[in-house]
């Protein structure tokens, strides 16, 4: 496996230059800030990975002022507690994306946030404490508790709200295949353990976020 500054060395004779490269990396929120994030922010960012999955987000985004209004906010307390008749009108609803088991995630996300708030420290407190050595552990926690955030929608989720992470991407995918780190995709919380190793280790050898190093890795294919 090749060290983080020899990858940052091919990404820059792909791009130009090391600075031109990284411009592009996603800054990360200080745990203080993350923590203080509310809970109806979270289940917002939740519901647009959810509707994201399989459609294209430019209709997301166009849609985003009315699904925000038909879910009250999000809400937690109100949308954990959606009954029948709330959840048949929304599936009537043209404001939103009318997919039951995707609406029914995002009630039950809902209770997630409300479960983990009523434990001690709560829900963004719990994210923001979670040591980055041990990332592949917070998004299988994400995808046990939750609904429908496996697979890169917990990820984006992170990165969304500014948990540093890494995002398994084609290119990025693609740079751990060429550095012997996996054979394939991972798919798995085991499969995902050499990349979080390699991770931590090119997060130990250049002081750079997670963030910094996908975008690197990333660079460096595509």
């Known amino acids: 496996m090749r060290s983080f500054d020899e990858i ?3 990404a820059a004779a792909r791009k130009g230059s090391a600075e031109a490269v990284l411009a592009g990396a996603t800054p990360v929120k200080p745990a203080a800030e993350l923590a203080a994030i509310p809970g109806d922010r979270w289940l917002a960012s939740m519901a647009r990975g959810i509707f ?6 430019t209709v997301v985004d166009a849609k985003w002022p009315g699904i925000e209004a038909a879910f009250s906010g999000f809400d937690v307390g109100r949308v954990s507690m959606m009954d029948d008749a709330w959840f048949d009108a929304l599936l009537a609803d043209t404001r939103v994306i009318r997919s039951g088991p995707k609406i029914a995630a995002i009630r039950d996300n809902a209770a997630f946030i409300r479960r983990a708030n009523e434990a001690e420290g709560g829900f963004a407190r719990r994210i923001a404490d979670w040591p980055v050595e041990d990332y592949v552990g917070l998004l299988d926690w994400l995808t046990k508790n939750g609904s429908r955030l496996g697979g890169n929608t917990g990820a984006y989720l992170l990165r969304w709200m500014g948990k540093e992470s890494f995002i ?3 290119d990025v995918v693609a740079r751990l295949v060429a550095e012997g780190v996996v054979d394939t995709a991972p798919k798995s919380k085991k499969s ?3 990349v979080q190793a390699a991770f931590n280790q090119w997060r130990a050898e250049s002081g750079r976020s997670f963030n910094e190093i996908g975008r ?3 660079q460096s294919i595509g």
Do not use: D, K
């Not at 994201?52 to 987000?57: D, E, P, R, V």
């Open 8 to 10: 940052l060395t091919i």
């Open 52 to 57: 994201q999955a399989g459609i294209s987000w």
């Open 168 to 170: 398994l991407s084609q």
């Open 192 to 194: 995902m353990l050499p």
């Open 216 to 218: 690197v890795l990333a």
